[in-house]
Every structure is written in C-alpha cells, then in structure tokens.
C-alpha cells in the first residue's frame, strides 16, 4: 500500500446544522473513524510490512520456482525460505530454495514466483543478486535475478564477461540464494 496522496474527510452539512446531539455524534464518530483509517494507512506505507514463510497463512511468502513454458510443472522441495518486506510500493525479496525433482517437462526458462506484482517498467531496471548452487548454467559464470515489468516473476538470468545474458533454461534440481529489490505496484497486500 502507498502513502495517500491526498485526504477526504467526510462533510455531512446536514448533520452539522441539525442542532440535534445525536447527529453531532454520528457525524463526529464518522470523522474520528476516518482520521483512524487514514493514520493505518500512512503506518502501514511509511513503516512496512514484513511476510514470510514461517507466518500465518495471509502474511506468509513461499518462494516457488516455476517453469515458464509448463505451469503445471512443480517440483520437490529440500527447502523454501522467503521473506519479503515492503514498504510503501517499494519491496525487497529474499530466499533459499533448494528443490531435488520435478514433475513434467522443463523445456523453458527459470523463475521464482513474486509475493507483489512489479511495476510497469520500460526495459529491466531490477536487478538482483543470486546464489546459485547444485546446477549448471544455461550459459555465462554466474546468475542475476531479475524482476519482469508488469509480472510476478524474479527470472534466472545467465551473466558472465564476453558474454551477453541470457535466461537460465530450468533445470529438476538446484539451490537459489537469492535477493532482490523492485518497485511494486500500489495497493495491493
């Protein structure tokens, strides 16, 4: 959620020339409860919001890793650790997934599936570190994650000198370490 742009507060004329008591308090108890509501959501944009694995269900973030010509492919988990924290539209990821086996074909590229939507962006601005372990690369001598306009997608991609990136093709079993900073789009949770 961001910060609001801009206030309303509730203007019931009515209420206020009725001169009667009750109506000063509906009106008073409507405007208290709208200065509650907007001071929630100036918290929550300015402070954050961290979600992870170990949370209850609606705060929790599990990364996934997922196949991106066959979504019905899953795969066997050693292990999924996720965080996220987000402040205002601005999100940080981090996770350890370790994953041993698929089920079906893995014939397109790797990605680890988001918490929030990216923003839309012109070209690819979000770049994050990667650590891979357990599984040969595509092409290149290292890994970057990178977070796609207008998606939920972290992508693998292949780096390296003299060599021009790449996505990294799936592969049935690895380990990702991984970190990763992007700008969400705005209200969502």
Known sequence: ????????FPLHTELLRSNKPEDLEKYMREFVSSLQEMYEQLAYGINGDIRSDTFQPNQRWTPIVKDTANSGTTFTYDHQTGWVYRQGIITDVWCDVQWTANSGAITGNMYIELPYKV?????????????????AFTGGTACVANAISNTYRAEIWNTGTGFTTANQGSVSAGRIIMHLRYIGVSIER
């Open 119 to 135: 923003s839309l962006t012109n070209n690819i601005p979000f770049v994050g570190v990667v650590q891979p372990s357990v599984f």
């Open 1 to 8: 959620m961001t910060v609001p742009e801009n206030i309303i």
